[in-house]
């Protein structure tokens, strides 16, 4: 069973085209009724000519009465376009006098002064007959003789089936372009919709503002303005979590800040060992707690509908990257890991914020620092590729396995037997971020199939 949606357009056309076949057929049967009456008229009346013809040609000859007419005249008479006609005469006291013998007796009206036409079979053919009396001509004798002519039905059933057809034709050429007339006029009709329908394929889903309805019919327009309707409530709604998540941020930081500053003065001023411990694994809670609340104020900021807007210019990502990993050098340092940067000439210019793209590269380095056992390496590239460009984040840790390499996207998402450090929401950040300026983020193997590397993919323009 089909379970694909109909389309409008489809039902649109049945509608339309449903009553035009009905009356196609309407009309050939009407055509056809029409075409058998003036069929049968017309061989009634040939009938009927081929009857008087026989009729006046009747001479008496002692006392016997003959057809006066040559056999080839004769067969002329009785032989039509589309077959044989049957004949038979018979005298005024009902004698046979010629033709064939075997034509079904005409109804008993016949036997009146009148003509008179009827149905009958003959030799297995459904026939259609004329039966007239015809007066014998004057010094021939007196009296009159009966004159019967048939022929098959079913060469006036053909000849008005052959008028059907080509009555039916042009009707059914007049359907068939009138129902492609048809389509392409609900089509053009449709563009309407079919202009709403790009407009929001093409937007990404940071775009929330209202929809252009100054172009669409009026047909259209309400259902317009009911999506302009739900992007508003959408955008209030995101705005409003948006806001309540930055404004819990904001007032977790001091408190957590003040956690952390006492903790750590705690564990200084400590001389117990064990109470040492304990200040130090609070001083590290309080780290980790710190590092979610910004990170939740920078999944605030990255969001589609941030009340802070994106100020795209000029970037040199090149530059900005550089930058970016210089400030990330001393933590690095910190835990024994050669942080460095692939200096790669390259045109790197893109439209970006520098605000979030900093935060962008902020994160995908925090996160290889995490993942990376010390001694070991993380490189940041920026290149070109194609009409692209690249920023690349690679280090030789774990890595990721293939089947999670999607996953590590979704918010608060960690790896199995992963880093305690980590929130599950830097890379979270990094897809808003990359997907607020159009480009594509994604996870792959290291060199050699060791640790892993952070593509994101900037197009031009």
């Known amino acids: 069973m089909d379970s694909r949606p109909r389309t409008l357009r489809r039902k649109l056309l049945q509608w339309v085209s449903i009553p035009l076949i009905a009356l196609w057929i309407i009309s050939t049967l009407v055509d056809h009724g029409v075409a058998k009456g003036f069929v049968n008229l017309n061989y009634d009346r040939a009938l009927l000519d081929t009857a008087l013809d026989l009729g006046r040609n009747v001479r008496e000859s002692g006392n016997q009465l003959y057809l006066d007419l040559p056999e080839h005249v004769v067969e002329m008479l009785i032989s039509g376009q589309q077959g ?9 006291d009902g004698a ?28 297995n053919d459904a026939i259609r007959a004329v039966a007239l009396r015809v007066p014998l001509r004057p010094g021939t004798g007196s009296g009159t003789i009966l004159v019967q002519v048939a022929e ?11 008028i059907m057809v080509r009555m039916m034709i042009p009707q059914g050429i007049l359907v068939l372009l009138s129902t492609l007339t048809i389509w392409f006029g609900i089509g053009l009709g449709l563009r309407a919709l079919t202009a ?14 209202p929809l252009d309805e100054s172009a669409a019919p009026a047909e259209v327009r309400p259902l317009v ?10 955008s209030a709604a995101l705005a409003s979590q948006q806001r309540f998540i930055a404004d819990a941020a904001h007032q977790l930081r001091t408190p957590v800040a003040a956690l952390k500053t006492q903790a750590e003065l705690a564990a200084r001023q400590a001389r117990d060992t064990e109470l040492s411990a304990t200040l130090q694994q609070l001083h590290s809670a309080a780290d980790h707690s710190a590092r979610l609340v910004n990170q939740l104020l920078s999944m605030a900021r990255a969001e589609p509908g941030s009340h802070r807007s994106v100020m795209r210019q000029p970037v040199d990502l090149s ?28 045109r790197s210019t893109i439209s970006a914020d520098p605000f979030l793209l900093r935060e962008l590269l902020g994160n995908l380095i925090d996160n290889a620092i995490q993942y990376t056992q010390p001694g070991g390496h993380v490189t940041v590239r920026v290149r070109s590729e194609d009409a692209d460009t690249v920023l690349e984040v690679e280090d030789d840790g774990p890595g990721i396995p293939a089947e999670e390499r999607e996953k590590v996207f979704e918010r608060f998402y960690r790896l199995p037997g992963g880093s305690p450090e980590g929130c599950g929401l830097g890379l979270a950040i990094v897809r808003e971020i990359a997907q607020g300026h159009g480009a594509r983020v994604s996870a792959h193997a290291g060199a ?14």
Do not use: C, K
């Not at 010629?98 to 003959?122: F, I, N, S």
């Open 84 to 92: 044989r006609f049957y004949y038979r005469a018979n005298g005024p």
């Open 96 to 123: 046979y006098i010629t033709g064939d013998p075997d034509l079904p007796d005409p109804p008993p009206e016949a036997l009146d002064d009148r003509v008179t036409y009827y149905d009958a079979v003959y030799r």
């Open 152 to 162: 098959r039905s079913q060469l006036r059933e053909n000849f008005a089936r052959q």
């Open 196 to 209: 709403v329908r790009r407009e929001i394929e093409s937007r990404s889903h940071v775009d929330l503002s």
């Open 225 to 234: 303005r009911a999506m302009n309707g739900l992007l508003q409530r959408l």
């Open 319 to 346: 530059v900005l990257a550089r930058e970016t990993t210089g400030e990330w050098v001393p933590r690095a340092l910190a835990r024994n890991i050669d942080l460095g940067f692939d200096d790669r000439p390259t």
């Open 448 to 461: 050699g199939g060791h640790g892993s590397r952070m593509i994101v993919r900037f197009a031009p323009g």
